[in-house]
């Protein structure tokens, strides 16, 4: 009868995390968390791109836009939207059969801790029917 006390106290004891394990757990969990803090501004910005973008896609589609009326927009959409890390010069507006191809490529990197840093690239490109 005593053999089986014995046996469910050690059972319960080995239940659960250790202090070790939920530590190591809570280090994993926070560098994770961490780096969605630090890479969550360069996602948003680039949102801010894909919407100039496609906000000039649809000003201009089936329009007869000209490269300097696409340029000029974006500039324009680039100062109300605040973008940064990319400038309207850094759009590039090229003539391809039966439209304009605009095509905002960049890197954009992140810092995240001491010599550690997160690149990021990003490749918008649409095209704009005559």
Same mark, same amino acid.
């Given at each position: 009868?005593?053999? %089986?006390?014995?046996?469910?106290?050690?059972?319960?004891?080995?239940?659960?995390?250790? /202090?070790?394990?939920?530590? +190591?757990?809570?280090?994993?969990?926070? +560098?994770?968390? =961490?780096?969605?803090?630090?890479?969550?501004?360069?996602?948003?910005?680039?949102?801010?791109?894909?919407?100039?973008? @496609?906000?000039?896609?649809?000003?201009?589609?089936?329009?007869?836009?000209? *490269?300097?009326?696409? %340029? #000029?927009?974006? #500039?324009?959409?680039?100062?109300?939207? *605040?973008?940064? !890390?990319? /400038?309207?010069? @850094?759009? %590039? !507006? /090229?003539?391809?059969?039966?439209?304009?191809?605009?095509?905002?490529?960049?890197?954009?990197?992140?810092? &995240?801790? *001491?010599?550690?840093? =997160?690149? !990021?690239? &990003? @490749? %918008?490109?649409? +095209?704009? #029917?005559?």
């Amino acid at each position: 009868m005593m053999g %089986k006390y014995t046996t469910l106290t050690n059972r319960q004891r080995q239940a659960g995390m250790t /202090t070790l394990g939920l530590i +190591i757990l809570l280090a994993f969990v926070g +560098i994770f968390a =961490f780096a969605l803090l630090r890479l969550t501004p360069v996602y948003l910005n680039y949102m801010k791109v894909v919407g100039v973008v @496609d906000g000039v896609q649809k000003e201009f589609d089936g329009q007869g836009p000209t *490269s300097a009326g696409v %340029k #000029r927009s974006i #500039r324009r959409r680039f100062d109300v939207e *605040s973008v940064s !890390v990319i /400038t309207a010069r @850094d759009v %590039k !507006v /090229t003539a391809v059969d039966g439209g304009l191809e605009v095509s905002a490529v960049y890197d954009h990197e992140a810092p &995240f801790m *001491s010599n550690i840093s =997160f690149l !990021v690239h &990003f @490749d %918008k490109t649409v +095209i704009i #029917r005559r």
